[in-house]
């Protein structure tokens, strides 16, 4: 069974920081590329970040680029996301995914749980 176990959310003020984790299980990480989705309240789910697990190439939506940083751990099979200088405007459901491959190129192939994420201002 598939299972991409989020944490870390929490409430926060802006300027704040939070670190999300991840930890998957039930299919082979290092072929996967993971990453981070998030659903703010009335708006459709977005991509956030993604990291390939074979070559570590990282992709960040424009809104959090010096701002977050997304991070694996394939000892662990275990994707992190840092994120820093929070506004409000980053209030939303985190999601943690596996890609269809290894390329972050590759569409969601599993979903995992949420994590809420508040900042307040």
């Known amino acids: 069974e598939v299972q991409l176990q989020a944490s870390g959310g929490g409430l926060v003020q802006a300027g704040g920081s939070l670190r999300l984790s991840c930890a998957a299980s039930?299919?082979?990480?290092?072929?996967?590329?993971v990453g981070w989705w998030r659903q703010a309240p009335g708006k459709e789910r977005e991509g956030v970040s993604c990291i390939s697990n074979s070559d570590a190439t990282t992709t960040y939506q424009d809104s959090v680029k010096g701002r977050f940083t997304i991070s694996s751990d394939n000892a662990l099979n275990t994707v992190y996301l840092q994120m820093n200088n929070l506004t409000p405007e980053d209030t939303a459901v985190y999601y943690c995914v596996a890609a269809g491959g290894s390329s972050c190129e590759h569409g969601v192939q599993y979903w995992g749980n949420g994590t809420q994420v508040t900042v307040s201002s």
């Open positions: 039930g299919f082979t990480f290092d072929d996967h590329a």
